[in-house]
């Protein structure tokens, strides 16, 4: 299996623009977690999925954030519009199921927003 | 929510030697306690983890321990090899076995001197 699969792999954006990231998880994996990675907070959660449904948005910033995973192998992270301070790596992983929760990430996205 | 504090931020140890990183975390609900390696410009990867009732568990130089009365848990990778410079984080999750989501310490960069 080629992993945790994300694209692109860094995006330099405007202020104000349309950012969109995507993450194909590996397949038969059927729970998907977008995470945020910057110097000052670490590693933060901002939203998973379980079968393809929303379980727990909490830790999406802003409502400029938004999320969507239409079918089991696709899922994007959008943001509109893109500030300076959403400059960050951001991650998408995803375990198996319940009792196999090993989470396996993908290599990120690197997004600078100027 | 959860809160986990890592310590120390940098660890630098001659190549041979033992490098110790220790995690506290806040919620007592919390029963699994993952960690893991994250090298430059890649995801962070699952090393190896512990479950509460479990004190110690070991997978060659690699060993977690875990104290759920202090509320804090322990890397001790033995024999430090060059190949062991990166980041380590923890973790830990309240679902019993991270299937809604991980709260990551802030991360050890551990270097490894020749």
């Known amino acids: 299996d080629a992993g945790v699969i994300q694209s692109p792999r860094h995006e330099v954006t405007e202020m104000g623009q349309e950012v969109t990231l995507r993450c194909k998880p590996i397949?038969?994996?059927?729970?998907l977690f977008w995470y945020r990675q910057t110097m000052m907070r670490g590693l933060e959660l901002l939203i998973y999925?379980?079968?393809?449904?929303?379980?727990?948005d909490s830790g999406m910033p802003e409502d400029r954030f938004s999320a969507k995973m239409p079918n089991a192998s696709f899922s994007t992270l959008k943001i509109q519009p893109s500030e300076p301070r959403d400059s960050a790596v951001y991650f998408c992983?995803?375990?198996?199921?319940?009792?196999?929760?090993?989470?396996?990430f993908g290599q990120g996205t690197r997004l600078t927003v100027v | 929510g959860e809160n986990v504090e890592q310590h120390p931020s940098t660890l630098s140890v001659q190549e041979g030697d033992s490098a110790v990183i220790k995690c506290t975390y806040s919620?007592?609900?919390?029963?699994?306690f993952p960690w893991y390696k994250q090298e430059l410009g890649k995801g962070p990867q699952l090393i190896i983890d512990?479950?509460?009732?479990?004190g110690e568990k070991k997978d060659q130089r690699i060993a977690v321990t875990l104290n759920k009365t202090a509320k804090h848990f322990s890397l001790h990778i033995t024999e430090t090899q060059p190949e062991d410079s990166a980041v380590y984080f923890c973790?830990?999750?309240?679902?019993?076995?991270?299937?809604?989501?991980?709260?990551f310490g802030k991360g050890t960069h551990l270097i490894i001197q020749p």
């Open positions: 992983a995803s375990i198996r199921d319940r009792s196999n929760t090993e989470a396996f």
């Open positions: 973790a830990a999750s309240r679902s019993g076995g991270g299937a809604d989501g991980l709260t």
């Open positions: 919620d007592s609900a919390s029963n699994y």
């Open positions: 397949s038969g994996h059927n729970s």
């Open positions: 512990i479950r509460s009732n479990v």
């Open positions: 999925f379980n079968n393809n449904v929303p379980i727990d």
